[in-house]
C-alpha cells in the first residue's frame, strides 16, 4: 500500500522552528536533522502504520531521531497521511488545555 504524505501547516512550522534553532549552532546539523525528518515522513508512504499507537486517539508516533516525536495520522479512505505535529520530546505531548 502506498499512501501520499502530508505536512499540516503546524507540522511544517515545527519542521521550520527546529531547523530555525539547530541552525544558529550548527547548520550542518539542522540540514542533517531536517533531512531525516523527511526521510522517516517518505517512509511512512509505504508503512503507514509504521509508528506506535499515539497519546492522542486516532494519531501514530514515529521517532525519527532520538529527540523527536512525529505525530501523525494516517486517512485510509483518502490513503494520506498526515503529519500533525513535530515535537521535542521533553515538550509536554500532548499539549495541555489553555
Not at 26 to 50: C, S, V, Y
Request: proline share 7%; with cysteine.
Amino acid at each position: 500500500m502506498s499512501v501520499k504524505v502530508r505536512w499540516s501547516d503546524a507540522a511544517r512550522q515545527d519542521r521550520l522552528a527546529i531547523f530555525e534553532t539547530v541552525c544558529e549552532d550548527a547548520p550542518m546539523a539542522a540540514l542533517a536533522l531536517d533531512e531525516r525528518f523527511g526521510e522517516a515522513a517518505a517512509a511512512l508512504a509505504r508503512f503507514p502504520m509504521m509508528g506506535r499507537a499515539g497519546l492522542v486517539p486516532g494519531t501514530r508516533e514515529l521517532i525519527p531521531h532520538e529527540n523527536y516525536r512525529l505525530v501523525y495520522e494516517v486517512d485510509e479512505t483518502a490513503q494520506i497521511v498526515w503529519v500533525l505535529a513535530l515535537v521535542h520530546v521533553a515538550r509536554q505531548w500532548p499539549p495541555t488545555e489553555p
